[in-house]
């Protein structure tokens, strides 16, 4: 068999993942410092350079729809499109950040986490988008972090629970 007709989609950490995980990682422990959910995104563009970055802020702005990934590509502004883009993202994404991404069309995602929350990664791959989970231990432990104390706001955020108002 021809080796070079097999065509394998393998997720990969690119040595330019780095700085913009990082930072995801600093809007994360930013967010969790104001006391808002500690989910950090960023996004690149081909050359590698960070065109935006953003923070939950539920918490900070009563705004239910501030999530990480939304935040980041507020503040990344307008673009013509996203076909070279990476975003990064400390947890999973849910299946709102999940349709923004698809709506976008941004081909690649590097998922910080999974295990505080798991969300639709299979719904991004099948859709063609390359999703690397680093399973990253600090963006782990500060998501245990906030939920051990805020349980309520947490599950709210992902829709699972609401609080009185
Ligand atoms: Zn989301």
Request: net charge negative; aromatic share 6%; hydrophobic share 40%.
């Amino acid at each position: 068999m021809d080796s070079s007709l097999i065509v394998t989609m393998t997720a990969m950490w690119q040595t330019s993942d780095s700085k913009a995980f990082s930072l995801a990682k600093s809007q994360a422990q930013k967010s969790f410092d104001e006391g808002g959910l500690p989910i950090g995104s960023t996004l690149v563009d081909g050359s590698g350079e960070i065109i935006g970055a953003g923070h939950n802020q539920r918490v900070q702005l009563a705004d239910p729809t501030a999530h990480g990934e939304i935040s980041c590509l507020r503040n990344a502004g307008l673009r013509g499109n996203y076909q070279d883009c990476t975003i990064f993202t400390t947890l999973a994404p849910c299946s709102m950040c999940t349709g923004a991404i698809l709506l976008f069309k941004i081909p690649r995602v590097v998922v910080g986490e999974a295990t505080a929350f798991r969300g639709d990664l299979d719904r991004l791959r099948e859709a063609g988008v390359e999703v690397l989970v680093v399973d990253d231990a600090e963006c782990i432990e500060l998501m245990q972090r906030f939920m051990a104390v805020n349980e309520e706001t947490w599950k709210e955020d992902i829709g699972e629970g609401y609080l009185p108002r």
